[in-house]
C-alpha cells in the first residue's frame, strides 16, 4: 500500500464538474493498493499517517501531526502509484490491485479513517477526478508498506 500525503491550504476533487470533497489545512491523501496488501496492512497504514509529523511547531519544526493542527483529510484512490517504467516509457499497471479488490480495500480505508479521525472526507473511488490543490511548503511525503517493513 502506499499513501502520497501531500500538507496542503487547501484540496478539493470534482467529478463531472460537481464538487464532491474539499478542505481547508490539513493532508491531501492519494491511496493506492497492491497485491500483496491486507486489511492489516491498511490498518498499520491509517495509524501511520495519524502520527506523521509534518505540522510546524512554534518554532518553525515539522513536531506537529494532523490532530495537532486540527487538521482535515481529503483522501483520494490513486491506482497509478503503483505504476513501473522499468521497461519503456508506457506505465505498466501490473502492480496495482485489481479494480474490485482495490475498491474493497479503499472502502475499508474509508471506513477505518473514518473511525480514528473525524475531519476526512474522501474521493469518489474509479471516478474521473478532478483534483485541485494548494500545496503548502510544499511539503510531500510517500508512505510505502514495503519500506516500512508492514508487509509480509
Known amino acids: 500500500m502506499k499513501l502520497f500525503v501531500q500538507r496542503v491550504l487547501s484540496s478539493n476533487v470534482k467529478v463531472s464538474s460537481n464538487l464532491v470533497a474539499s478542505i481547508s489545512k490539513g493532508e491531501l491523501v492519494l491511496v ?7 486489511k492489516q496492512i ?11 509529523r509534518i505540522f510546524e511547531d512554534e518554532n ?3 513536531n506537529l501531526n494532523i490532530a495537532s493542527v486540527n487538521g482535515e483529510i481529503l ?13 519503456g516509457n508506457r506505465p505498466s499497471f501490473i502492480n ?5 479488490q482495490a475498491e ?3 472502502n475499508y480505508f474509508k471506513e477505518k479513517l473514518s473511525e480514528k479521525y473525524e475531519k476526512v ?5 474509479h471516478a474521473d477526478m478532478k ?3 494548494i500545496n503548502d511548503g510544499p511539503f510531500s511525503i510517500e508512505l510505502d508498506s514495503k519500506e516500512l517493513g508492514y508487509e509480509r
Request: glycine share 4%; charged share 20%; hydrophobic share 50%.
Open 104 to 106: 474493497e480495500f479503499f
Open 96 to 100: 496495482c490491485l485489481n479494480k474490485e
Open 75 to 87: 483522501a483520494v484512490s490513486q491506482f497509478s502509484l503503483y505504476a513501473s517504467l522499468v521497461q
Open 131 to 133: 483534483v485541485e490543490l
Open 32 to 38: 493506492s493498493f497492491t497485491i500483496s496488501d491486507t
Open 42 to 52: 491498511i490498518d498499520k497504514m491509517i495509524d501511520k499517517l495519524l502520527k506523521i
Open 121 to 125: 472526507q474522501f474521493g469518489i473511488f
Open 60 to 62: 518553525g519544526l515539522t
